[in-house]
């Protein structure tokens, strides 16, 4: 079981940068691939970045590619996505989730925080 915490959405510039962090409880979130997703009012559920559990592996959505960066700290039990040059487009809740292996597939990770708004002005 893991229980996941997002934190540092906002409302940000266009052009300009946000963190956001995803801390997990358990002992065992060095066994789970982390995910970030997105959902806008009115659209699906978008996939964005996923990082191993060793943090060696990533893969982004194309909408992303380039201007975000998903890491992890294993001894801190957080994820983080660094969105650099941000766009209105990018303006959504995002939702960090945890999978037991490596995919872009909302339906392949069982476990998912409460999400957190990143509000991008233009």
């Known amino acids: 079981q893991v229980q996941l915490v997002e934190s540092g959405g906002g409302l940000v510039q266009a052009g300009g940068s946000l963190r956001l962090s995803c801390s997990a409880s358990g002992r065992t979130f060095s066994k789970y691939c982390m995910g970030w997703f997105r959902q806008a009012p009115g659209k699906e559920r978008e996939f964005v970045a996923v990082?191993?559990?060793?943090?060696?592996?990533?893969d982004y959505g194309d909408s992303v590619k380039g201007r975000f960066t998903i890491t992890r700290d294993n001894a801190k039990n957080t994820v983080y996505l660094l969105m650099d040059s941000l766009k209105p487009e990018d303006t959504a809740v995002y939702y960090c989730?945890?999978?037991?292996?490596?995919?872009?597939?909302?339906?392949?990770?069982?476990?998912w925080g409460q999400g957190t708004q990143v509000t991008v002005s233009s």
């Open positions: 989730a945890a999978a037991t292996y490596m995919s872009v597939r909302g339906a392949d990770f069982g476990f």
């Open positions: 990082v191993s559990w060793s943090g060696g592996d990533t």
